[in-house]
């Protein structure tokens, strides 16, 4: 312990002696670690379980499908159509839950409270009822709409806390009526507000999408297999998750086999899991989404090891001005472990500040500049949320969280390793009569 307070105090020493260069090795450490830790704040964001996506790591995801015709004329992608929906995804026996959205519905909608010209952009998506169990929804009012509301296309919907308050103030919402596009809506239940940031389930309004006019007629194709549709099939357990793809594969090339005449059908990469659709683009085969992935894990990399470099090189002429004390303290009886100890410890200090400044660096960025590093990340941003005129919700949770933290504290001990370990090594096996001559 007594060594340890000493090394504190020598590294505090060196930070007043060395200003500049303690300057510019925190810096650089912290900009390495802004850089690694923004990517891993958003992609955190996208791939973590947050509120309402609790299921993220057993959720699989069928969103396209391409069509190609045999005679090579050509070739459709589109959604997915109720018809292949009820063929390959809800006979699914390995599957607990399989929920359905449409995925193509009017973008620009308004609601207009009653008795109101008032005109409130909003967001809305069209589910069924099992879309309540496959997504965490925390309902401070009413419940979902019911099985049969569903079957009788009744219109009712849930809209969240935020919309409420803006039609009915802090009245009770359940059971009042609104104008959507001209159409009149029941409010069954209200919810807590969901962030932009998870885009599968944002919105202000969840509505049957049996309440949209002719949507029995969204299957179209040679197969009428495609569709305006996407699927969320929820495994068992995570562990039960490639039960689930390998039974769908297997049911899909059956119902694929029966138009194998006229057209091939392919759902490449599908069903998604959540990190996967991150990566993928819509067209991508598997080796493809392999390749994105390795790409992403080589810029963490990247940003990792090119600082480490540069500081390891300002490490090492440090050391060079420090050989005659290496020397001195050697003559008198020091271990070479213990120079290295005090050295690694050294750094490692100015490392952490750095990893501490850069941590705080990483969150100011996210939270000023998260609408281009959403896009760049795959999905919507804040403009999805600006365009329609509504309060971008970021929870605190979803950037500070143990896991990220402690990414952060084991970056910033790998970048004191690379940039300190061999000028430290180096310095402590030099010999002594040598290093009492340098001035």
């Known amino acids: 312990m007594t060594k340890f307070i000493f090394y504190i105090k020598q590294a505090c020493t060196l930070l007043r002696q060395e200003k500049l260069f303690s300057a510019i090795y925190i810096v650089g450490s912290a900009l390495s670690i802004t850089m690694v830790m923004t990517l891993s704040i958003v992609y955190y964001i996208k791939i973590a379980d947050i509120y309402p996506e609790a299921n993220r790591n057993r959720t699989l995801i069928v969103r396209y499908i391409t069509e190609k015709q045999n005679d090579g004329r050509g070739y459709s992608r589109s959604g997915i159509s109720l018809q292949m929906i009820d063929a390959c995804i809800k006979s699914l026996k390995n599957a607990e839950v399989v929920t359905v959205v449409m995925v193509a519905h009017p973008i620009n909608n308004y609601v207009q409270p009653e008795g109101s010209r008032l005109e409130l952009p909003v967001s809305v998506t069209a589910v ?67 962030s932009f940031l998870t885009g599968t389930t944002y919105a202000q309004i969840w509505m049957p999408y049996t309440a949209v006019k002719n949507y029995k007629r969204s299957g179209f194709g040679k197969s009428n297999s495609l569709g305006n549709f996407a699927a969320y099939i929820l495994a068992p357990s995570a562990s039960e ?84 004390e290496m020397g001195v303290r050697r003559a008198f009886g020091a271990r070479t472990s213990s120079l290295m100890n005090q050295i690694l410890l050294e750094n490692f200090i100015f490392t952490l500040l750095g990893g501490i400044l850069g941590l705080i660096l990483s969150y100011i ?75």
């Open 241 to 324: 998750v490639e039960d689930v793809i390998q039974e769908y594969k297997e049911t899909f090339k059956r119902y694929a086999g029966q138009y194998a005449e006229e057209v091939t059908l392919l759902t490449p990469s599908q069903p998604l899991r959540q990190w996967q659709s991150i990566f993928w683009r819509g067209y991508l085969e598997d080796e493809n989404l392999n390749y994105y992935l390795w790409l992403t894990g080589a810029i963490f990399l990247v940003l990792l090891l090119v600082p480490a470099i540069s500081l390891s090189g300002m490490a090492d002429s440090r050391m060079e001005r420090r050989l005659a």
């Open 128 to 194: 069924d009822t099992e879309w309540w169990k496959v997504f965490n929804f925390k309902f401070l009012e009413g419940k979902p709409f019911t099985d049969e509301d569903f079957q009788s296309g009744v219109t009712t919907a849930v809209i969240s806390r935020s919309l409420a308050k803006k039609l009915y103030g802090d009245e009770a919402a359940t059971g009042k009526s609104f104008s959507l596009n001209s159409r009149s809506f029941r409010v069954c239940g209200v919810v807590k507000d969901v």
């Open 365 to 439: 960025m996210v939270l000023t500049s998260y609408d281009w590093l959403m896009g760049f990340a795959g999905g919507a941003g804040g403009g999805m949320a600006q365009t329609h005129g509504w309060e971008e919700t970021i929870a605190p949770s979803m950037f500070f969280n143990i896991p990220v933290f402690l990414i952060a504290l084991l970056l910033c001990f790998l970048l004191n390793l690379f940039s300190a370990l061999i000028p430290a090594w180096k310095a402590s096996r030099h010999q002594i009569v040598e290093s009492l001559n340098l001035k």
